[in-house]
């Protein structure tokens, strides 16, 4: 009979090689924000393709939520009721936090980018933008499994299947619940973080 660490390490291998990768993704536009939206940052052509890759990979982040699902999968196997408590919820709940946090900071540096340019009621209207293309965006790649590099490797096939798929009234509200979802936690994140910041320049 397999002891608790082989169960913990098996359990935990399940789902190693999905987290590294879909965190890599996640990461990505998290670390082009830290050039993109530095105060020096020169806006040319070079900056504009960057943005570009930003944008396609935006939803990577927010979509590490969806793989919340892998936790009901994995809990219907034969692993023991204490190993899907202490080990599997706990490793999904760092990944989603990992990769949702990565979203969140990509769109504060975005805001701290911005608001030196435009009047901060806008920055809602930029941020809700995000939102909707992030939630289209995960949904593409959740249920018609494209990735960001399909936007440039078949571009009219994503366009094609996006326009299809927006004129479903039943998956429009799924989209709707799920944009209003990110919105909510991307804003308890910026508020926390506003928060921090406010509490360390008292501090200092």
Known sequence: MPNPIQISLNLLSQSNDRIIWNLFLAFIPLALSYYLFHPLARRNLFWWALLIIFMAFLPNAPYILTDSIHIIELSQKDYPLWAIIFILIPQYMVFITAGFGAYAMSLIKLD????????QKYLIVINAI????????????????????????????????????????GKLFSLAIAFISIWLLSELIKLVNNSLALSNSRNN
């Open 112 to 119: 701290n980018y911005l608001i030196n340019f435009i009047n």
């Open 130 to 169: 995000a939102h909707l293309l992030c939630v289209v965006g995960i949904y593409l790649g959740r249920f018609e499994r494209f990735n960001s590099w399909d936007l440039v490797t078949k571009p009219a096939t994503v366009v094609l299947t996006t326009a299809q798929d927006l004129l479903d009234v």
